[in-house]
T-cell receptor, first 116, second 112 residues
Framework: GAVVSQHPSWVICKSGTSVKIECRSLDFQATTMFWYRQFPKQSLMLMATSNEGSKATYEQGVEKDKFLINHASLTLSTLTVTSAHPEDSSFYIC????????????FGPGTRLTVL | GNSVTQMEGPVTLSEEAFLTINCTYTATGYPSLFWYVQYPGEGLQLLLKATKADDKGSNKGFEATYRKETTSFHLEKGSVQVSDSAVYFCALSDGSYDKVIFGPGTSLSVIP
C-alpha cells in the first residue's frame, strides 16, 4: 500500500529557532498533502492543505507566517515552524490522499516537536 | 461546515465485552466515512471505511454502517480483546477536497 514518511520523527529545539518537518510520499505522487497537529490526548486538527505548484491553503485561525508550507515536488511537502515557542510543541502529522477522490488518506507516522 | 461528533470516553471494558462507539456527522453532500485507530505510541491507521449510504465497512472484527437517515457511523465489535486498547477516531472526507475532518477521539481500554 501507499506509504507516507516524515522526517524527523522527533525534534527538540530552543525557543526562537525554526524547525523544518518533511513529509514524503514514497511510492506515489501527491499533488495535495495535508498537515495536522495533535495535542496530547486530543484529536487531529487540520492546519493547512499543501498544494504542489501553488500556495498552501490554511484553515481558519492558523498563522500562515508562523507555519510555512512548501510543496516542492509531487512527493515532498515541508512544514517550517518559524520562531518556535513552547506553545508550538505538539505532534505534527501529514497525510496524502489516495488516487481516487474520496479514498482514504495515508498518514505519516508524525513528528513530535518539543520547544524548550 | 462539516463536523464529526463521537462519544469521548474514556471507555473501559472487560475482555470479550461488546463495544459500541457512537459517531454522528454533519456534512453537505455525500461524504466518505472512516474509522481510524491510534495505538499507544503509534501513528494513525485506517480501520474501516464506507463511501456511500448503507455501505458497511468491516475489518478485524469491527464494523460500522453508513446511515444517511440518522447521519451516523457507529463502530461496533462483538468481543473486544486487550489488544484493541487504543484511541478510535471517527472521520469524514469531503470528496471534492479530500481533506479529512476528525472527531474528538474515543479512548478504549480493555482489561483482562
Amino acid at each position: 500500500g501507499a506509504v507516507v514518511s516524515q522526517h524527523p520523527s522527533w525534534v527538540i529545539c530552543k525557543s526562537g529557532t525554526s524547525v523544518k518537518i518533511e513529509c514524503r510520499s514514497l511510492d506515489f505522487q501527491a499533488t495535495t498533502m495535508f498537515w495536522y497537529r495533535q495535542f496530547p490526548k486530543q484529536s487531529l486538527m487540520l492546519m493547512a492543505t499543501s498544494n504542489e505548484g501553488s500556495k498552501a491553503t490554511y484553515e481558519q485561525g492558523v498563522e500562515k507566517d508562523k507555519f510555512l508550507i512548501n510543496h516542492a515536488s509531487l512527493t515532498l511537502s515541508t512544514l517550517t515552524v518559524t520562531s518556535a515557542h513552547p506553545e508550538d510543541s505538539s505532534f505534527y502529522i501529514c497525510s496524502a490522499p489516495g488516487r481516487v477522490s474520496g479514498d482514504t488518506q495515508y498518514f505519516g507516522p508524525g513528528t513530535r516537536l518539543t520547544v524548550l | 461546515g462539516n463536523s464529526v461528533t463521537q462519544m469521548e470516553g474514556p471507555v473501559t471494558l472487560s475482555e470479550e465485552a461488546f463495544l459500541t462507539i457512537n459517531c454522528t456527522y454533519t456534512a453537505t453532500g455525500y461524504p466518505s466515512l472512516f474509522w481510524y485507530v491510534q495505538y499507544p505510541g503509534e501513528g494513525l491507521q485506517l480501520l474501516l471505511k464506507a463511501t456511500k449510504a448503507d455501505d458497511k465497512g468491516s475489518n478485524k472484527g469491527f464494523e460500522a454502517t453508513y446511515r444517511k437517515e440518522t447521519t451516523s457511523f457507529h463502530l461496533e465489535k462483538g468481543s473486544v480483546q486487550v489488544s484493541d486498547s487504543a484511541v478510535y477516531f471517527c472521520a469524514l472526507s469531503d470528496g471534492s477536497y479530500d481533506k479529512v475532518i476528525f472527531g474528538p477521539g474515543t479512548s478504549l481500554s480493555v482489561i483482562p
